[in-house]
């Protein structure tokens, strides 16, 4: 039930958490537990980053009543995000690549059950989330566009480019221009794209938003990188809800800059990250509010 006292987008984030925990799939098959194991990662929590910034920028450019006619295709646009962002962390966590035994608090797919089951878990999500967006009953040039900028910065010209660059260079320092590659495509792209999806699925046609969206995206998932690294080695497990202290080998930006550099650096980004919240203009104050609400807590570094 909505709360009157809270924002309207506030409310359309739970009510999205809602409609992600009802949203059951149904498979006909005698596969003992791959149903089960299909939506497992999805449901074992998480801060539903991405989807969140798509519908901060939704909210804030559609008429509520508007809206509210097309919540349920909207919703199908915000989980197939994160359907697509949770396969990436399933295939990120097997051995092959982090080898992590936690994730959300949870046992990761492939200790829980075995490699071979999260791996096609991992594949089942990505095709998923491509499922969902397509089912939309959106404008159809709209859903096209949406398709093309979730798998063009989801996979190899975004998040899976950069993944391959992370694994390869294991064990070769990069310098700092080469990190800063690296993690906007494995990280920053996908946090990019939601922004723009948001953009997208309103119908509207705003250049000029467009190019601030993205640019904005990438600053936040780049610092987004920075804590995250930082966090793999400030805290345990019990802290994180995953495996931490995976990144001694890896190129991080605590292993290039150390810890405090790394810290300020972060901190030089949440600068950056507020001054172009305060940069946007007098029209588009509505999602000014929505993107401090969901990003105000973690820009004061208490998440």
Known sequence: ????????????????????????????????????????????????????????????????????????????????????????????????????????????????????????????????????????????????????????NGGIKGMVLGQALDCYFENTPLNLEQLIFLHEHKTAKLISASLIMGLVASGIKDTELLKWLGAFGLKVGLCFQVLDDIIDVTQNEEESGKTTHLDSTKNSFVNLLGLDKAKNYAKTLKTEILNDLNSLEFSHTLLKENLQELLNAWLKGEK
Do not use: W
Not at 121 to 130: K, M
């Open 1 to 152: 039930m909505n709360n009157p006292k809270l924002s309207f987008y506030h409310n359309e984030c739970e009510n999205f958490e809602s409609f992600l925990n009802n949203h059951n799939l149904k498979l006909k098959s005698f596969h003992p537990y791959l149903e089960k194991a299909f939506f497992e990662m999805v449901l074992n929590g998480g801060k539903r980053f991405r989807p969140k910034l798509f519908l901060a920028v939704l909210c804030a450019l559609v008429d509520k009543k508007h809206y509210l006619t097309k919540q349920t295709e909207y919703f199908k646009i915000a989980l197939s995000i994160e359907c697509l962002h949770t396969y990436s962390l399933v295939h990120d966590d097997l051995p092959c690549m982090d080898n992590a035994s936690l994730r959300r608090n949870h046992p990761t797919l492939h200790t829980k059950y075995d490699e071979t089951t999260a791996v096609l878990i991992g594949d089942a999500l990505n095709t998923y989330a491509f499922e969902l967006l397509s089912s939309s009953l959106l404008e159809s040039p709209i859903i096209v566009e949406l398709v093309q900028i979730l798998s063009t």
